[in-house]
């Protein structure tokens, strides 16, 4: 499996208001704990303010991929699909979770939830906010990872990670 660590941090020059990508990283993931490591990989390096923006079919593994940032951050609590609750915060790691799912909703129903005060971290404590159904999005961060999944064969996935306007410090892929 290629793993990375990514620090996903805010450009200090101005940047425009549509988010260049930097590069598509494609990572191999064997099975579902395949996934999971990814994900603490990602829990374990990302910093305060940092967006994931998930997509992927049903099933793709996005909810998987949050469990594995959830332990990465050393939340103990089991992280759940927020497919009915929208959100769900989880404050007992290294930084606050916020886990959204937005399949339920329309883009206009997105609109109307300000999201930005989660990336903004003005009303509540920065920490890293997760998004499944990044699609139903009629809006973006300006900074964010971009995670897609998509599916190889039953127990197989593919994730493509995409930096907007984030600064990727250290990468490791093994095999
Ligand atoms: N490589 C894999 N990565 C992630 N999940 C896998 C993998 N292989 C099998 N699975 C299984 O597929 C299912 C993925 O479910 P999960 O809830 O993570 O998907 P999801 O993308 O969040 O779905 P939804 O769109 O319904 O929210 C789990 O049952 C998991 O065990
Ligand atoms: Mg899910």
């Not at 290629?2 to 940047?15: D, E, G, H, N, R």
């Not at 497919?83 to 769900?88: C, G, K, M």
């Not at 509540?124 to 064969?153: F, Q």
Request: with cysteine; net charge negative.
């Amino acid at each position: 499996m290629s793993t990375a660590i990514t620090y996903c941090l805010k450009l200090l020059t101005p940047v425009s208001h549509l988010p260049s990508p930097n590069f598509t990283m494609k990572i191999f993931l064997a099975d579902a704990e395949a996934t999971l490591r990814l994900g603490i990989t990602l829990g374990e390096s990302l910093s305060a303010g940092s967006v994931i923006l998930l997509e992927g079919d049903l099933g793709a593994g996005k909810t998987t991929l949050v469990q594995g940032i959830g332990k990465g951050l050393g939340i103990t609590e089991l992280v759940v699909s927020p497919t009915f609750t929208l959100i769900n915060e989880y404050t007992e790691g290294r930084l606050p979770l916020y886990h959204l799912d937005l399949y339920r909703l329309e883009p206009p129903e997105v609109a109307a939830l300000n999201l930005e005060t989660y990336w903004e971290g003005i009303e509540v404590i920065p920490g890293i906010v997760a998004i499944e159904w990044a699609e139903r999005m009629p809006y973006k961060p300006d900074s964010y990872l971009s995670i897609n999944l998509t599916y190889e064969h039953e127990v197989t996935r593919q994730a493509e990670i995409t930096p907007f306007n984030c600064a990727i410090s250290e990468a490791i892929a093994s095999t």
